[in-house]
Nanobody, 123 residues
Framework: QVQLVESGGGLVQSGGSLRLSCAASGRTFSSYHMAWIRQAPGKEREFVAAISRGAISTLYADSVKGRSTISRDNAKNTVYLQMHSLKPEDTAVYYC????????????????WGQGTQVTVSS
């Protein structure tokens, strides 16, 4: 089972960009579908984006579609989330999650979760 560590969060002005990274330990990273999930204060978790094992397919939430790109580098055991045109409503803790079987727009059923990275977008 992999372990996941997110990085790249921070404070950014509205309209700015950020790239989040999620580094995985272990030799089986390429076996996992990967996803980004976020949770804003006082709100439920929200699916953001997912990428299939071989990076053939991607899924996005409507709220970020066109502003975000998920990608992965299996040689580096890392998945990325590039976000542009950030809005205050993008403020949340962003979690990286891995699933051996699920490639869905879902916030549940993942096998492994990271600890999260805070993204704050100021207006």
């Amino acid at each position: 089972q992999v372990q996941l560590v997110e990085s790249g969060g921070g404070l950014v002005q509205s309209g700015g960009s950020l790239r989040l990274s999620c580094a995985a330990s272990g030799r089986t990273f390429s076996s996992y579908h990967m996803a980004w999930i976020r949770q804003a204060p006082g709100k439920e978790r929200e699916f953001v984006a997912a990428i299939s094992r071989g990076a053939i397919s991607t899924l996005y939430a409507d709220s970020v579609k066109g502003r975000s790109t998920i990608s992965r580098d299996n040689a580096k055991n890392t998945v990325y989330l590039q976000m542009h045109s950030l809005k205050p409503e993008d403020t949340a803790v962003y979690y990286c999650a891995a699933s051996l079987s699920r490639f869905l727009r879902t916030t549940g059923g993942y096998d492994v979760w990271g600890q999260g990275t805070q993204v704050t977008v100021s207006s």
